[in-house]
């Protein structure tokens, strides 16, 4: 018994090496390339966009004097100079429905979304005269597309101009007349979607921002203001925030939920996978010593490569089909190299019922524990106490000091 304990040890420790390799053949393969599919996902479907409102500007003119010594006499020169006055926005109605459309690369899923913009704002000319004011909405991202955008003014379109930051319309308002500004846009973004109130520390008044999602899993950007009000609706939430007179430095914004990642989820079970096959090891050591089944360790030898396998292809198939696919077809793959191995080594009934169950707990039922996440570690710790409590019931009437002492002398102390 000692010497088998030890083949198996020694087993355990070069399957152990096996998959640590494959592990991190897994993370380099999953993460050596991310920077540059990520690139190329932005490239072809936008980046992560940060929204700011437009701004309401007119130009004043002001002369300004100034004066200089030539050849001994004060001399003024008088020069116009243009600046921008802003007129601070009135009331703002928002509103902005995102799309998750998440694309996979590769071994891992980006969080890609459409977004449909919209919003009114309303500006007041607290000038004496008319003035002509120029509206700017800056674009939230450079890398992206804007289609449908248009700008009114009092229901009016303006015509824009349009450069690499955003896009100006013109119109006229008259002394103490309220401008309302509608724009509106459809775009595309990745990981995350955020509304700038301004530069710093700003000033909102009269806001309202109204969100909706077409999935549930919703969480905050950091540094930004949670909902006034939430309201699920079907498929997703429906998120508001109002405020009278809001004066923050924070913004607002939502983080796109992300899919399971398969890279990553297949690098974590292969990491673990020790864990699990030592289980299994130990149930099949105490079942074949209580029915006293002769399994040599060539046997545990095949039985650890059938394990194996469940993990080799699982790794390499999770970048071509969904995980969950590739799941249920490494564990056919690898309950059937197992059944049908120990179908010739002891029998149909062992190899079925205690080696094929077996390997359904502590493979495919283990392996599956790392989808629940914040719950893996629970499950797994169950699956061993109820292993231990099992195996405990089972062999405490065993006496291990008769079962390793050699044949003549328990022949003796009959």
């Excluded at 198996?8 to 993370?27: D, S």
């Excluded at 050596?32 to 990520?38: M, V």
């Excluded at 040599?296 to 999770?318: D, E, I, K, R, S």
Aim: hydrophobic share 45%.
């Amino acid at each position: 018994m000692r010497r088998q304990i030890l083949a198996l040890a020694f087993i355990f420790v070069c399957t152990t090496i096996a998959w640590v390799i494959l592990g991190a053949t897994i993370f380099s393969r999953t993460y050596g390339s991310n920077e540059q599919l990520q690139g190329h996902v932005a490239s072809t479907w936008g980046t992560s966009q940060q929204q700011s409102p437009p701004t309401a500007a007119y130009l004043l003119s002001d002369v300004e004097n100034s004066t200089t010594v030539e050849n001994g006499k004060v001399v003024v020169h008088s020069q116009t100079v243009h600046r921008q006055v802003f007129l601070p926005a009135e009331a703002s109605r928002i509103r902005v429905n995102l799309h998750l459309n998440p694309r996979q690369k590769g071994l891992l899923w980006y969080s890609t979304y459409a977004v449909d913009f919209a919003a009114d704002y309303s500006f007041r000319n607290d000038t004496a005269e008319r003035q002509w004011i120029d509206f700017r909405l800056k674009f939230p991202a450079q890398k992206a597309i804007y289609d449908g955008l248009q700008m009114k003014v009092n229901d009016q379109t303006v015509a824009l101009a349009t450069d690499d930051q955003g896009t100006v319309g013109r119109a006229t308002l008259g002394p103490g007349e309220i401008g309302s500004l509608h724009v509106a846009y459809r775009s595309q973004g990745l990981d995350c979607w955020r509304y700038q109130l301004g530069e710093g520390v700003a000033q909102a008044r009269d806001f309202m921002l109204t969100m909706q999602t077409n999935f549930r899993d919703i969480d905050f950007a950091d540094d930004t203001l949670s909902p006034t009000s939430k309201q699920l609706i079907p498929g997703g939430w429906q998120l508001t925030w109002q405020y009278s007179n809001l004066v923050s430095g924070f913004q607002i914004g939502m983080t796109m939920p992300a899919k399971l990642q398969p890279g990553p989820l297949a690098g974590e079970i292969s990491y673990a996978a020790p864990v699990s096959l030592f289980f299994f090891f130990f149930l099949m050591f105490i079942i074949t010593t209580i029915r006293k089944i002769d399994l040599h360790p060539m046997n545990y030898f095949f039985l650890a490569t059938a394990f194996f396998a469940f993990h080799l292809l699982l790794a390499y198939l999770v970048d071509h089909i969904s995980i969950h696919a590739a799941m249920i077809l490494a564990s056919l793959v690898s309950v059937t190299l197992v059944v049908s191995y120990l179908r010739l080594v002891v029998g149909l009934r062992f190899a079925a019922l205690e080696a094929g169950t077996a390997q359904l707990i502590y493979l495919v039922l283990f392996s599956y524990a790392f989808f629940w996440k914040g719950f893996t570690g629970l499950a797994i710790t169950i699956i061993a106490i109820i292993t231990l409590f099992v195996v405990m019931q089972a062999t405490g009437k065993i006496r291990w000091s008769q079962r390793q002492a050699p044949a003549w002398q328990i022949s003796a102390s009959k």
